[in-house]
T-cell receptor
Framework: GEDVEQSLFLSVREGDSSVINCTYT??????LYWYKQEPGAGLQLLTY?????DMKQDQRLTVLLNKKDKHLSLRIADTQTGDSAIYFC????????????FGAGTRLAVHP | GAVVSQHPSWVICKSGTSVKIECRSL??????MFWYRQFPKQSLMLMAT?????????EQGVEKDKFLINHASLTLSTLTVTSAHPEDSSFYIC????????????FGPGTRLTVT
């Protein structure tokens, strides 16, 4: 079945850029997502990208998709302490079921 | 827009009792809602897919008689944990797919269930 992998932890200094990486196995996935989860809360949809796109930018967020390598990344520019959270990569399963397969989540720690 | 609510946000119950958790899409219609379970410091595990007006589809290993799902309208799905046991203690999160934007899935804030 589909597998989504992420590194578990990233630590950055406030003001620097953060890059969170994700790899997936299903080459027919059409939509790929980034969600943010703060402690004790649900998931917030940050952004998503359609598989025919290479890049999508939304304010401080840049998503890069390398379909050949099945690699997705999320870049957060000018990282702030409020960005500290767990970031989940998710892939929409092909077949029209609207099911998302999640990675394990990357914990982003922003320090002064 | 695109707000999903859950009620209650946390609940403590005794072993053997049943607990109902509600998931509502507040400003959009959702033919499909999903129920997830999340253990501490782990990812989300999909439990079941809830479709309005039809039976839920459960993932492998999830007991459908224990986790009853009802999707009564385009804005409401409920999960009932029956005969709860301490091992059912977890964070339960629902999500809803916007009927108008089928690829946008929005999550509720979660319900923390503790069974004593």
């Amino acid at each position: 079945g589909e597998d989504v992998e992420q590194s578990l932890f990233l630590s950055v200094r406030e003001g620097d850029s953060s890059v969170i990486n994700c790899t997936y196995t299903d080459s027919s996935s059409t939509y790929l997502y980034w969600y943010k989860q703060e402690p004790g809360a649900g998931l917030q949809l940050l952004t998503y990208i359609f598989s025919n796109m290479d890049m999508k930018q939304d304010q401080r967020l840049t998503v890069l998709l390398n379909k050949k390598d099945k690699h997705l990344s999320l870049r957060i520019a000018d990282t702030q302490t409020g960005d500290s959270a767990i970031y989940f990569c998710a892939v929409l399963l092909s077949g029209g079921y609207n099911k998302l397969i999640f990675g394990a989540g990357t914990r982003l720690a922003v320090h002064p | 827009g695109a707000v999903v609510s859950q009620h209650p946000s946390w609940v403590i119950c005794k072993s053997g009792t049943s607990v109902k958790i509600e998931c509502r899409s507040l400003d959009f219609q959702a033919t499909t809602m999903f129920w997830y379970r999340q253990f501490p410091k782990q990812s989300l595990m999909l439990m079941a897919t809830s479709n309005e007006g039809s039976k839920a589809t459960y993932e492998q290993g999830v007991e459908k008689d224990k986790f009853l799902i009802n999707h009564a309208s385009l804005t409401l799905s409920t999960l009932t944990v029956t005969s709860a046991h301490p091992e059912d203690s977890s964070f339960y999160i629902c999500s809803a797919v916007d009927l108008a934007f089928a690829y946008e899935q929005y999550f509720g804030p979660g319900t923390r269930l503790t069974v004593t």
